[in-house]
């Protein structure tokens, strides 16, 4: 299993005690020290995922961007969707879960803006307007009509750094990694309402995996 880069500074500041503690010959600490280094290094695996039954390559599906448990699925909570018609999955990442972000659909980035934020529990509705978050919108045009999608990486209690690896103009596809949120968070999703979702609340989800919903089918006409 990969490891992000991004964990070797986290590593490292729980590897230095763990081998001053062994130099020392303490065993209990060492061996307490040694599991924490790993669970840190661990916090920042990056496994390799296929889609449930829907390839990459499928301009209708959207995918999950994240691990976690699905905790709102339909109409907008208030004050927290982007002006116009939206539908809302929102998924809230534990501390055990894989916090490698994946881009939900492919297409262009248009815009990336990060807004800081406090750090108020994830799974509040009102984490959503006053935390730390980078809002992405992804683009793609489809038998001539354009699709979009907004999705946002919110920090939670203990996630205090969004890393977002895309910038307007990248081109990204559908399930590719596009950054990570350290240490507990959530994301939101935003898809018109046209789209068929295909998750329910409580449902656990699995970045890159888990089909959240589809588009219609593009009439080539």
């Known amino acids: 299993m990969k490891?992000?880069?991004?964990?070797r500074p986290f590593t490292l500041?729980?590897?230095v005690p763990t081998v001053i503690a062994a130099l020392a010959r303490r065993p209990r600490t060492t061996a307490a020290l040694g599991l924490l280094t790993a669970g840190v290094t661990l916090f920042f695996r990056d496994p390799d995922r296929t889609p449930d039954h829907a390839p990459v390559a499928d301009p209708d599906v959207i995918l999950?961007?994240?691990?976690g448990i699905v905790m709102h699925v339909g109409e907008p909570q208030a004050g927290?969707?982007?002006p116009g018609q939206w539908q809302q999955v929102s998924i809230f990442l534990s501390l055990l879960d894989v916090h490698m972000n994946r881009s939900p659909y492919g297409g262009?980035?248009?815009?990336?803006?990060?807004?800081p934020g406090r750090f108020?529990?994830?799974y509040r509705a009102e984490s959503a307007t006053k935390n730390e978050r980078s809002e992405i919108i992804v683009e793609r045009?489809?038998?001539?009509?354009a699709r979009r999608i907004i999705y946002r990486q919110l920090v939670g209690q203990l996630a205090r750094r969004i890393v977002t690896r895309i910038q307007p103009g990248d081109e990204i596809a559908?399930?590719?990694?596009?950054?990570l949120m350290k240490f507990g968070s959530r994301m939101d999703v935003f898809v018109p309402p046209e789209v068929q979702l295909e998750v329910t609340k409580g449902k656990r989800a699995i970045g890159g995996e888990t089909v959240l919903g589809r588009f219609p089918a593009a009439d080539p006409s």
């Open 3 to 7: 490891i992000d880069p991004a964990a």
């Open 13 to 15: 500041m729980a590897a």
């Open 64 to 67: 999950a961007p994240a691990d």
């Open 80 to 82: 927290i969707a982007p």
């Open 108 to 115: 262009r980035v248009i815009d990336v803006t990060h807004t």
């Open 120 to 122: 108020l529990a994830a």
């Open 141 to 145: 045009v489809v038998a001539g009509r």
């Open 174 to 179: 559908t399930g590719e990694r596009m950054g």
